[in-house]
Nanobody, 117 residues
Framework: QVQLVESGGGLVPPGGSLRLSCAAS????????MGWYRQAPGKQRERVAI???????NYANSVKGRFTISTDNAKKTVYLQMNDLKPEDTALYYC???????????WGKGTLVTVSS
């Protein structure tokens, strides 16, 4: 089993920055992908950014150039640096880990990001 614990959400004005963290623990294979998804009120969950254990990032078009995903493999932690935040970035942000051995996804409980003046 895998546990994911997110932190770093909060209230920030437009143009501000936040850094989200997600620490994974449990039975984690050496090859995996971790990432961030978000769900705004009344909308479907969407992928924000993912990164493989080999270090290849992938971003949603809406966050390219503003968000950066990184990982510390030794700590099994993934980070999301969010800059130039916009009101439309307001959402509940979920951490995800994909285990290719079983084609299984694990999810954190979410951390709320609110962008408002």
């Amino acid at each position: 089993q895998v546990q994911l614990v997110e932190s770093g959400g909060g209230l920030v004005p437009p143009g501000g920055s936040l850094r989200l963290s997600c620490a994974a623990s449990g039975n984690i294979f050496s090859i995996y992908a971790m990432g961030w998804y978000r769900q705004a009120p009344g909308k479907q969950r969407e992928r924000v950014a993912i990164i493989t254990s080999g270090g290849s990032p992938n971003y949603a078009n809406s966050v390219k150039g503003r968000f950066t995903i990184s990982t510390d493999n030794a700590k099994k932690t993934v980070y999301l640096q969010m800059n130039d935040l916009k009101p439309e970035d307001t959402a509940l942000y979920y951490c995800n880990l994909h285990d290719p051995r079983y084609d299984t996804d694990y999810w954190g409980k979410g951390t709320l990001v609110t962008v408002s003046s």
